[in-house]
């Protein structure tokens, strides 16, 4: 069954220092989100990306954040400058259509120290 | 703006037993879709039942069902026959069905815990 991978699994970062958190989503798939959970809180929004560009974002996705699809398979999460804030788990996802199921990673843990 | 609501933080289920976990929503929209995500402690979001607003039928998966009251707003889930696997964190979700984004807003989810 087909599946949305990510890398890294967990990764632990110094605050101020640049993250890439990368996904290869299902590949026949034409959207893609990221959504970010804080420990013990919600899953929330942070953006969704169509024919390589952003199709919406939420308040959380500031500046500091940026998304690519820099070769046709990978979606990569960026986070310029972290925060310890930004300590979360990550989830990619993707559908085919709006109004399918949405598939998604197992998500990247980030610590920020 | 959406929001989901998932008022029971905890609950528990003997195995076999049946259990139901309540959600509702706020939304002027009149065609969206609600779902029920499962999320083990392997952590990963999987999809458990869906329903598109505009179906009357509640939808069935097996073990799992719903019962959706559009007037009310409510979306509530049903686990019979629970088994050790059903463990997780279970979340309720909204989604509109507008251009390309189709985002999903979550509830805050509930711990279900099955017990022998």
């Known amino acids: 069954e087909p599946e949305v991978t990510q890398t890294p699994s967990h990764q632990v970062t110094q605050m101020g220092q640049e993250v890439i958190l990368r996904c290869v989503p299902i590949?026949?798939?034409?959207?893609f989100y990221w959504y970010r959970q804080i420990l013990g809180q919600k899953v929330e929004f942070l953006v969704s990306f169509y024919n390589n560009e952003i199709s919406e974002k939420s308040e959380i996705f500031d500046d500091q954040f940026s998304v690519e699809r820099p070769d046709g398979s990978n979606f990569t999460l960026k986070i310029r400058s972290t925060k310890l804030e930004d300590s979360a788990m990550y989830f990619c996802?993707?559908?085919?259509?709006?109004?399918?199921?949405?598939?998604f990673g197992e998500g990247s843990r980030l610590t920020v120290l | 703006a959406q929001t989901v609501t998932q008022s029971q933080p905890e609950m528990s289920v003997q195995e076999a037993e049946t259990v139901t976990l309540s959600c509702t929503y706020d939304?002027?929209?009149?065609?969206?879709?609600l779902f029920w995500y499962k999320q083990p402690p392997s952590r990963q979001m999987i999809l458990v039942i869906r329903?598109?607003?505009?179906?009357?039928q509640n939808a069935t998966e097996n073990r799992f069902s719903v019962n959706f009251q559009k007037a009310a707003k409510s979306f509530s889930l049903k686990i019979s026959d629970s088994q050790l696997g059903d463990t997780a964190m279970y979340f309720c979700a909204f989604m509109t069905y507008t251009g390309t984004a189709s985002k999903l807003t979550f509830g805050t989810g509930t711990r279900l815990q099955v017990t022998l």
């Open positions: 996802a993707s559908r085919l259509f709006p109004g399918t199921e949405l598939f």
């Open positions: 939304t002027s929209e009149n065609n969206y879709y």
């Open positions: 329903q598109e607003a505009y179906k009357q």
């Open positions: 590949s026949n798939h034409l959207y």
